[in-house]
């Protein structure tokens, strides 16, 4: 079950949805390179409403 939710998700960007997809995308992880500051960049202004504090 858990191996087809991962399918799922890798197959789209799924920006915005929920917070729960937006964790399981990686927003909580700690970029490692230039290109994941990047992606969480464009995660975060896709879907500022999720992030918000």
Not at 3 to 26: H, P, Q, R, V
Request: proline residues 4%; hydrophobic residues 40%; charged residues 35%.
């Amino acid at each position: 079950m858990i191996g087809t939710i991962l399918k799922i998700l890798s197959k789209d960007k799924f920006y915005g949805i929920s917070k729960e997809i937006e964790i399981a995308k990686g927003a909580n992880k700690l970029p490692e390179t230039f290109s994941d500051v990047l992606k969480q960049a464009k995660r975060r202004l896709k879907a500022p409403d999720l992030y918000k504090t």
